[in-house]
């Protein structure tokens, strides 16, 4: 009897410690999916799409809380490619956050104007701006992704930072959607 619970009992701790040991070995941190969705994002953490930065709207998007549709910055192709990674149909980019913003825009400092206080700086999420505190600032525009975080109220001189489209390029050119059919076109037998 005691020989059998002594058997149990050393059974018992090896797999004790083997489950340890896999736990450990094959954890994985967070949802694999938000990663995956938060890699497609365009990392500018703008808030356009209604949520703090990309991260809180991959998770919401992999939760279902959310649409792929809601990030401007990413575009048409952004949403092409979410709705790839989660086996659904493309849509539309929401018309309500796109509004304003039909064509792509890029931010330009007037360095005349610049006073060189930094705060443009500081809130550009993907550090397309550069410049010194009391030196004058310039937009490096292949990093720029338009998200206008950097115009007043952030600036305070009137008339520094402006939004300018993007000339049209092969890689930002939009072809025009096919026609719709109205009616379904009907054989010759019916």
Known sequence: MLTSVLIFATAALVF???????????????????????????????????YPGCKPYAKAIAAGEAQINQCPPG???GVVALAELMGCEPTPLNEELVADSNEPMV??????TCIGCTKCIQVCPVDAIVGAAKQKHTVIEEYCTGCKLCLPPICPV???I????????????????????????RSAGS
């Open 158 to 160: 009137d008339n520094c």
């Open 16 to 50: 004790g410690v083997l489950l340890g040991v896999a736990a450990r070995r094959f954890h994985v941190e967070g949802d694999p999916m938000v990663e995956k969705i938060d890699a497609i994002l365009p990392q500018t953490q703008c808030g356009q799409c209604g």
């Open 107 to 112: 931010a330009l400092i007037n360095e005349e």
């Open 162 to 185: 402006v939004m300018e489209g993007v000339e049209p390029t092969a890689m930002l050119w939009k072809w025009p959607e096919p026609p719709t059919c109205v009616e379904p076109i």
């Open 75 to 77: 575009g048409e192709q």
